[in-house]
């Protein structure tokens, strides 16, 4: 179904709505299947890549983009927070899951007392770490303590683990070093770490408070052919394509 889905030659549609991303082939390339999906439904999706991953919601606020897909909720909530900007989530497309890695155990199970622990040292990811261990029973947290958890937030540690707060892009670096880290998709990636197959631990995609959206400007939430849109993303071919094509990567989360 994933080969016939990205078939080439669709015509051009008579609809057209532009989407704004973040430049990553993995967004490029299930969008690519998204487009031909809204082709068979009469739209002509354009998808507009960003260098910078802060353009994409100005230019939606700015109505450059009558779309965008490429943040996460906390991170568009942010946006609109400081920024001011008058856009919405439309709909859940694909989370991005951290998870826990190591090459000195094969099993959550196998970490030793004491083990050291590497978490990101920014409070997003650090926090998104923290509820990741939690998931999986290692820790607890201070009840109600949201999604920025710091580690001062821990109520309870059975094994006592020691977390080493170390910055994003050198945890996979610093494995050697660590009984376990947890390490984001893009990173792992870079050091040849697949999700789906190396990780000991990995968000779930159930609630995922990280999951991806698709976003407009608060007064087109409603607009039937934005909605038309959404409902291409979420065909299930592309559920599929993505399950298939990313190896764990990506994840689909409607």
Excluded at 16 to 43: E, M, N, P, T, Y
Excluded at 121 to 150: F, T, W, Y
């Amino acid at each position: 179904m994933a080969a016939a889905l990205l078939a080439p030659n669709v015509a051009l549609a008579a609809d057209k709505v532009k989407v704004g991303v973040f430049f990553r082939r993995r967004w490029r390339d299930h969008l690519a299947g998204s487009q031909k999906v809204a082709a068979r439904d009469g739209i002509d999706v354009q998808v507009i890549v960003f260098n910078d991953y802060l353009l994409p919601n100005a230019a939606l606020d700015a109505g450059d983009l009558d779309l965008n897909a490429f943040q996460h909720k906390p991170f568009l909530e942010n946006q609109v927070k400081t920024k001011g900007y008058k856009i919405t989530a439309i709909a859940d497309t694909v989370v991005s899951p951290i998870g826990l890695y190591s090459k000195k155990v094969k099993a959550l199970a196998e970490l030793k007392d004491s083990a050291q622990v590497g978490i990101p040292n920014d409070p997003s990811n650090g926090g998104r770490g923290l509820l990741l261990l939690a998931q999986h029973g290692l820790i607890k947290l201070k009840e109600g303590v949201g999604i920025l958890p710091r580690v001062i937030d821990v109520t309870d540690n059975p094994k006592k683990l020691k977390f080493r707060e170390i910055d994003a892009a050198q945890l996979a670096r610093s494995l050697d070093d660590l009984d376990a880290a947890v390490i984001n998709t893009n990173y792992a990636l870079q050091a040849n770490l697949k999700p789906g197959r190396d990780s000991i631990a990995i968000e779930t995609t159930k609630d995922n408070p990280y999951g991806n959206v698709i976003a407009a400007r608060e007064k087109d939430k409603d607009n039937p052919l934005y909605r038309r849109v959404v409902k291409a993303y979420q065909d299930e071919a592309i559920r599929s394509f993505i399950k298939t094509r990313f190896d764990g990567a990506l994840l689909p989360v409607w």
